[in-house]
């Protein structure tokens, strides 16, 4: 076969900083479309983006030549230099260091971009906490709950 082809889907998740709320609609409204900027220049395709203030929900399609934790590296540091330069106000806005990312079927696709547009309604009834380790179980992934948040 000559050629590569591939359909690498991923629903990742990632906190502010013990789990601070900056992530206001108005930043937002700036800061997502921004997200999906640096998907782009690295080569990815952002289909959804969403959270609330203290979390951010992508839905991503990435290419096979590229590590993810690479991608997630540019995206916090981008997006946070970016927070500092345009918002000094949020000067102390930084990203925890992990993230969690999960494999998607197409299949799954329209499952996986109603639950990110769902972010705020689901939030009034579980915090990011229970959220992010039901989301764990549910996909299998071993982890110690003692060192899944900083």
């Known amino acids: 076969m000559p050629g590569t082809y591939s359909q690498l889907l991923l629903h990742i998740v990632f906190s502010t900083k013990g789990r601070a709320p900056w992530i206001t609609a108005e930043i937002a409204d700036r800061l997502y479309p921004y997200i999906g900027g640096i998907v782009r220049a690295e080569k990815g395709m952002l289909y959804d983006i969403g959270g609330i203030e203290d979390h951010v929900h992508l839905y991503l399609r990435w290419r096979p030549d590229g590590s ?5 590296r540019t995206v916090k540091s981008r997006s ?8 000094p106000a949020l000067s102390a806005f930084a990203w925890q260091e992990g993230y969690s990312v999960f494999s998607v079927s197409k299949s799954q696709e329209g499952a996986v971009k109603a639950y990110i547009a769902a972010q705020h309604e689901r ?3 579980e915090d ?5 380790l039901r989301m764990l179980r549910l996909h299998e992934i071993e982890f110690d709950e ?3 948040f900083d």
């Open 123 to 125: 939030h009034k009834r």
């Open 68 to 72: 993810i934790s690479d991608l997630m």
């Open 80 to 87: 946070s230099k970016w927070v500092h330069d345009t918002l």
């Open 146 to 148: 003692r060192f899944v």
């Open 128 to 132: 990011f906490r229970t959220e992010l």
